[in-house]
């Protein structure tokens, strides 16, 4: 199995700064796309940003020019540096992977981490 472990959310005052980290640990041979979603209470979940293993990235409209997402392939982590917080983006933060875990098969598996809230308020 493969579980993903977030941490660095929390409380913070409007224009702040967090980091969040998700490490991914298990039986995992290689990780293609990695990604950021965040749900606030009353709404659906959304992507905020995703990597590919290329390094490539995605980020939504919301968050271009404030967050930036990156990842260690060695450690199997993915980052978000979210800079300039607005209270729009309190919300519980989850981390997405998607995981080829063994060296002679191609299927891919999908993970999720438990969420990390982030609240953004004076």
């Known amino acids: 199995q493969v579980q993903l472990v977030e941490s660095g959310g929390g409380l913070v005052q409007p224009g702040g700064s967090l980091r969040l980290s998700c490490a991914a640990s298990g039986s995992i041979f290689s990780i293609n796309d990695m990604g950021w979603y965040r749900q606030a209470p009353g709404k659906q979940r959304e992507l905020v940003a995703a990597i590919t293993s290329g390094g490539s990235t995605n980020y939504a409209d919301s968050v271009k020019g404030r967050f930036t997402i990156s990842r260690d392939n060695a450690k199997n982590t993915v980052y978000l540096q979210m800079n300039s917080l607005k209270p729009e983006d309190t919300a519980v933060y989850y981390c997405?992977?998607?995981?080829?875990?063994?060296?002679?098969?191609?299927?891919?598996?999908?993970?999720w981490g438990q969420g990390t809230q982030v609240t953004v308020s004076s």
């Open positions: 997405n992977m998607f995981v080829r875990r063994l060296a002679w098969s191609n299927r891919v598996y999908e993970y």
